[in-house]
């Protein structure tokens, strides 16, 4: 499902020709219909493609990246939703001549495995310093070091950051 759009470019288009916004997903959790602001697009101090929109807790948000506007299979980028503003980054823009880009707005009680690695995004968000949800070989790291990979110790509800 496609959510109303409306985005503040700034004249993005003048300094950003190769960069498209494809449009706004998300998964249905109610039969009302919301609107979705990206309220800034730009380049941050490192050179990496920033988008700021207005985020809700229920939610997490996905930057998906890809060659056309009909295909977006790489993910960039994910965050929580909280109360303030959302900030998604691709940090490889520049690896890129034009680029294609969906935000997939996914409430938390829906969440999927971005990277089919068996631990659902949500999860992942909740664990940044060890699991990235782009990142399908963070399941068999053992950031604790106590012989149970990631994977395993989130299908035993045990701490990944602590032996157990």
Same mark, same amino acid.
């Given at each position: 499902?496609?959510?109303?759009?409306?985005?503040?470019?700034?004249?993005?288009?003048?300094?950003?020709?190769?960069?498209?916004?494809?449009? +706004?997903?998300?998964? $249905?959790?109610?039969?009302?219909?919301?609107?979705?602001?990206?309220?800034?697009?730009?380049?941050?101090?490192?050179?990496?493609?920033?988008?700021?929109? $207005?985020?809700? *807790?229920?939610?997490?948000?996905?930057?998906?990246?890809?060659?056309?506007?009909?295909?977006?299979?790489?993910?960039?980028?994910? +965050?929580?939703?909280?109360?303030?503003?959302?900030?998604?980054?691709?940090?490889?823009?520049? *690896?890129?001549?034009?680029?294609?880009?969906?935000?997939?707005?996914?409430?938390?009680?829906?969440?999927?495995?971005?990277?089919?690695?068996? +631990?659902?995004?949500?999860?992942?968000?909740?664990? $940044?310093? +060890?699991?990235?949800?782009?990142? $399908?070989?963070?399941?068999?790291?053992?950031?604790?070091?106590?012989?149970?990979?990631?994977?395993?110790?989130?299908?035993?509800?045990?701490?990944?950051?602590?032996?157990?």
């Amino acid at each position: 499902m496609f959510q109303s759009l409306s985005i503040n470019l700034n004249d993005a288009l003048r300094y950003f020709p190769l960069v498209f916004l494809a449009g +706004i997903t998300g998964l $249905p959790s109610t039969a009302q219909e919301t609107t979705f602001n990206v309220e800034s697009i730009g380049l941050n101090q490192n050179g990496e493609l920033l988008l700021q929109f $207005p985020t809700e *807790e229920s939610y997490y948000y996905r930057l998906m990246r890809g060659p056309t506007a009909v295909v977006q299979d790489s993910v960039v980028d994910a +965050i929580l939703g909280d109360s303030e503003s959302g900030k998604l980054i691709d940090p490889s823009i520049a *690896e890129y001549k034009r680029a294609f880009y969906v935000i997939d707005k996914i409430a938390l009680d829906q969440a999927i495995d971005s990277d089919n690695d068996g +631990i659902d995004d949500v999860f992942e968000l909740q664990h $940044p310093s +060890i699991l990235n949800p782009a990142n $399908p070989a963070d399941a068999a790291y053992d950031f604790d070091l106590d012989t149970v990979s990631n994977f395993d110790e989130y299908i035993d509800g045990t701490d990944l950051s602590t032996s157990s």
